[in-house]
């Protein structure tokens, strides 16, 4: 069966450090992948998405996230947070063959300090 | 970007209640999905609807029950409410695939 696994429940950094959010899967073949944000009181927003081909994904905000097959892997990275990055961060797998059905992870929430 | 808005955004209801939460799309999209999120859970698919009079169990379905009679509207009925079921809910609606444009959200408390 699908699954998807963050392994950070929070995660606090500095505004202006990087950030790597973790996420990795469990999944047959290769995978569609996803990062949604969330926002306090809102839905959820996607960040960005990985069906085929290169495996560094842009997004938006100045997000991107990198397909490792070895590792099983799709982690979030953005060179410089913001303050206004501070949300909570969600993962999921579209399962092929399935329809559109998707497999979420349990979300990471990040705060960010000034 | 897809405009999906949910009501109530607020309700507390009584166990045994039935409740009806209203999703609406404005972009005729076919595909149609609810969600609950829950702390260490987040999110699971309740229910999910391809088209008009189409719909299908996602993987908490018990106790929950959806109907597609037009393109725009998914409404979500807990026939009777219980406590378990108090929870974020939210739907999502695209037209390709493993498109989803994601409402504001229902908090649902079950007293």
């Known amino acids: 069966a699908q699954s998807v696994t963050q392994p950070d429940i929070h995660i606090t950094v500095s505004e202006g450090a990087s950030l790597e959010l973790r996420c990795n899967y469990s999944?047959?073949?290769?995978?569609?992948l996803f990062w949604y944000v969330q926002s306090p009181g809102q839905g959820l927003q996607l960040l960005l998405k990985?069906?085929?081909?290169?495996?560094l994904v842009q997004g938006i905000k100045g997000f991107e996230a990198e397909f490792k097959r070895s590792q099983s892997s799709f982690n979030l990275r953005k060179p410089s947070v913001h303050w206004s990055d501070a949300a909570e961060y969600f993962c999921a797998v579209g399962a092929k063959n399935t329809g559109n059905q998707f497999y979420f992870g349990t979300g990471t929430s990040l705060t960010v300090i000034p | 970007d897809a405009e999906i808005t949910q009501s109530p955004r607020h309700k507390i209801t009584e166990t045994g209640r039935q409740v009806t939460l209203a999703c609406h799309q404005i972009w005729n999209h076919n595909n149609m999905f609810w969600y609950r999120q829950d702390l260490g859970h987040g999110l699971r698919l309740i229910h999910y609807?391809?088209?008009?009079?189409?719909?299908n169990k996602g993987e908490v379905s018990d106790g929950y029950s959806v109907s597609r009679s037009n393109t725009e509207d998914l409404p979500l009925t807990l026939e009777s409410a219980a406590s378990s079921q108090t929870s974020v809910y939210f739907c999502a609606s695209g037209s390709q695939a493993y498109e989803q444009y994601f409402g504001p959200g229902t908090r649902l408390t079950v007293t």
């Open positions: 990985y069906f085929s081909g290169d495996t």
């Open positions: 999944y047959g073949a290769t995978p569609y």
């Open positions: 609807s391809y088209g008009v009079q189409d719909t």
